[in-house]
């Protein structure tokens, strides 16, 4: 089947990228990611994903998070999910990437779903697996002001945010990568701390360039913005909006427009009052033993000395 006239067959390759230059129908490559930034949310995976997106042998998934592999289907994966499609459905994801040496996507909440590292596992060609790591309380605290502020998904109180008993439990990364390992074996891992990440970005994203076999000069004089800092939200309606349209801008006006759209809709970063410091400070006790667990089972990569 061939389109004749130019704007015509611009149309159809925007509904079918498989069509060929010439009009004709072609194979789309089998592509998947040979790596994925698996977590944990709030731990800086979204400024990692752009960062690394932004490297000229890196392509990234169009959406920074796919959400295939979550354990329902939702608003985020209603079009491509491994529950109604195969792995080829995930793999189509990726269909623009063929030819560049790192494709990869960035799910934060892949550290917790079972489907995940099964079925990343279970993939032609494993992966790597990358993990940020934040201190738990700290990261639980950025969580509960990123929905109650950004979000706008919840008005109560940290403490009886923190009655929700996975709340607590998603903190405990130990239990999480013990399942990862298992199931991909450890040389398919890569654990970073966001303390770490952020003091240095340029060391640590030198040297994730040079595993990754990309040019470490690329970050020499790169720009390291924070992306997806929790900052409150005037109009949740128009933050939903945004959203949908995220997937259809390309990154680079993404980073453009980003100002731009917290100037007209952000309403300053939310401080954490005294109250919620000390609650925050008093929450470290519950993650002793399971930080303690995760050193143990991975010291080349946890130094709690950056948690203290």
Same mark, same amino acid.
């Given at each position: 089947?061939?389109?004749?006239?130019?704007?015509?067959?611009?149309?159809?390759?925007?509904?079918?990228?498989?069509?060929?230059?010439?009009?004709?129908?072609?194979?789309?490559?089998?592509?998947?990611?040979?790596?994925?930034?698996?977590?944990?949310?709030?731990?800086?995976?979204?400024?990692?994903?752009?960062?690394?997106?932004?490297?000229?042998?890196?392509?990234?998934?169009?959406?920074?998070?796919?959400?295939?592999?979550?354990?329902?289907?939702?608003?985020?994966?209603?079009?491509?999910?491994?529950?109604?499609?195969?792995?080829?459905?995930?793999?189509?994801?990726?269909?623009?990437? #063929?030819?560049?040496?790192?494709?990869?996507?960035?799910?934060?909440?892949?550290?917790?779903?079972?489907?995940?590292?099964n079925g990343l596992a279970n993939l032609p060609q494993k992966p790597l697996v990358l993990f940020l790591l934040?201190?738990?309380? #700290?990261?639980?605290?950025?969580?509960?002001?990123?929905?109650?502020?950004?979000?706008?998904?919840?008005s109560t109180s940290f403490e009886d945010y923190l009655k929700d008993p996975m709340i607590l439990e998603h903190?405990?990364?130990?239990?999480?990568?013990?399942?990862?390992?298992?199931?991909?074996?450890?040389?398919?891992?890569?654990?970073?701390?966001?303390?770490?990440?952020?003091?240095?970005?340029?060391?640590?994203?030198?040297?994730?360039?040079?595993?990754?076999?990309?040019?470490?000069?690329?970050?020499?004089?790169?720009?390291?913005?924070?992306?997806?800092?929790?900052?409150?939200?005037?109009?949740?309606?128009?933050?939903?909006?945004?959203?949908?349209?995220?997937?259809?801008?390309?990154?680079?006006?993404?980073?453009?427009?980003?100002?731009?759209?917290?100037?007209?809709?952000?309403?300053?970063?939310?401080?954490?009052?005294?109250?919620?410091?000390?609650?925050?400070s008093a929450l470290k006790a519950e993650f002793f033993e399971s930080n303690r667990e995760l050193a143990k089972?991975?010291?080349?990569?946890?130094?709690?000395?950056?948690?203290?």
């Amino acid at each position: 089947m061939q389109f004749y006239g130019t704007t015509l067959h611009g149309i159809a390759r925007l509904i079918c990228p498989s069509l060929s230059a010439k009009g004709y129908l072609c194979a789309v490559p089998t592509v998947y990611p040979n790596l994925v930034v698996a977590g944990a949310p709030k731990c800086g995976t979204s400024s990692l994903y752009f960062w690394l997106a932004a490297h000229p042998e890196v392509a990234a998934s169009r959406e920074k998070e796919t959400f295939f592999w979550a354990p329902d289907v939702n608003r985020f994966n209603a079009r491509c999910n491994h529950i109604q499609h195969g792995p080829e459905a995930y793999a189509s994801l990726f269909s623009h990437t #063929a030819g560049a040496k790192v494709r990869f996507e960035a799910t934060a909440p892949y550290i917790y779903y079972p489907a995940a590292w099964n079925g990343l596992a279970n993939l032609p060609q494993k992966p790597l697996v990358l993990f940020l790591l934040r201190e738990p309380a #700290a990261r639980t605290q950025s969580q509960y002001l990123f929905e109650r502020y950004r979000t706008k998904r919840i008005s109560t109180s940290f403490e009886d945010y923190l009655k929700d008993p996975m709340i607590l439990e998603h903190a405990h990364y130990d239990r999480y990568l013990a399942e990862w390992e298992a199931a991909l074996g450890r040389d398919h891992l890569i654990i970073w701390q966001f303390e770490k990440v952020m003091r240095d970005p340029r060391s640590v994203m030198k040297s994730l360039a040079t595993q990754l076999g990309i040019d470490p000069g690329f970050y020499d004089d790169f720009d390291f913005a924070v992306r997806n800092e929790t900052v409150a939200i005037r109009s949740k309606g128009l933050h939903k909006l945004g959203l949908r349209l995220q997937s259809m801008i390309p990154l680079a006006v993404q980073d453009a427009l980003l100002p731009i759209y917290l100037k007209l809709n952000g309403a300053g970063r939310p401080k954490a009052s005294a109250e919620l410091k000390a609650q925050t400070s008093a929450l470290k006790a519950e993650f002793f033993e399971s930080n303690r667990e995760l050193a143990k089972r991975f010291p080349e990569f946890i130094d709690l000395d950056l948690w203290k």
